[in-house]
């Protein structure tokens, strides 16, 4: 049974940093899934940040969060990191990583697995 | 980008009836590849249809997609009380990848 176990809550002052982390069981690095980081603010919609292809190495981000989000992994646990930096109060929300699955290799794809969510709360 | 609009916003309805959920594109939807998720408060989202038709494994049939190109479709064809929810429709044919804005289903 594929499980994504996330790190705990934080709170963190504006200008700061935040490293959300996300252990994935199963084959997933081994295999052609993506892992998706996707975040939700109170009360609010579903937003991708971007993804990681385990197979490759390789991120990919969406436009709104190039340069201020990273995303690496460590695959001898196979864990992926999302590092979101110059934190505003806009960025309070939770923060989900899932598994991403579809025809291929890239991040192109549908999420099957969620994990269940890191709250991030940005405030002075 | 693509703009995934989903309609209507509420939907109030009782247990033993049909839902009809709507998700719109502003562009065509490559391959039609459109998901539906439903979230509960306090739950991650859970994956019901990929593919705009197929459902996940351990959805109930009482859940249906259907749709192509731009113009998308969940049929809840009768209602649990379990499936009051928010339902979110997103695409994976382009990126970024994108999610509607949700409709939630509530309890007459």
């Known amino acids: 049974q594929v499980q994504l176990v996330q790190s705990g809550a934080e709170v963190k002052k504006p200008g700061s940093s935040v490293k959300v982390s996300c252990k994935a069981s199963?084959?997933?690095?081994?295999?052609?899934?993506?892992i998706a980081w996707v975040r939700q603010a109170p009360g609010q919609g579903l937003e991708w940040m971007g993804g990681?292809?385990?197979?490759?190495?390789?991120?990919n981000y969406a436009q709104d969060f190039q340069g201020r989000a990273t995303i690496t992994a460590d695959k001898s646990t196979t864990t992926v990191y999302m590092e979101l930096s110059s934190l505003r109060s806009e960025d309070t929300a939770v923060y989900y990583c899932?598994?991403?699955?579809?025809?291929?290799?890239?991040?192109?794809?549908?999420?099957?697995?969620w994990g269940k969510g890191t709250s991030v709360t940005v405030s002075s | 980008e693509i703009v995934l609009t989903q309609s209507p916003g509420t939907l109030s309805l009782s247990p033993g009836e049909r839902a009809t959920l709507s998700c719109r594109a502003s562009?065509?939807?490559?391959?039609?590849?459109l998901a539906w998720y439903q979230q509960k408060p306090g739950q991650a989202p859970r994956l019901l249809i990929y593919?705009?038709?197929s459902r996940a494994t351990g959805i109930p049939d009482t859940f249906s997609g259907s749709g192509s190109g731009t113009d998308f479709t969940l049929t809840i064809s009768r209602l649990e009380p379990e499936d009051f929810a928010v339902y979110f429709c997103?695409?994976?044919?382009?990126?970024?990848?994108?999610f509607g804005g949700g409709t939630k289903v509530e309890m007459k």
């Open positions: 899932a598994r991403g699955l579809g025809i291929g290799v890239g991040v192109l794809h549908y999420m099957d697995v």
């Open positions: 199963g084959d997933t690095f081994s295999s052609t899934y993506s």
């Open positions: 990681f292809i385990p197979i490759f190495g390789v991120a």
């Open positions: 562009q065509s939807v490559s391959a039609n590849f």
């Open positions: 593919g705009a038709s």
């Open positions: 997103q695409q994976y044919g382009s990126s970024p990848l994108t």
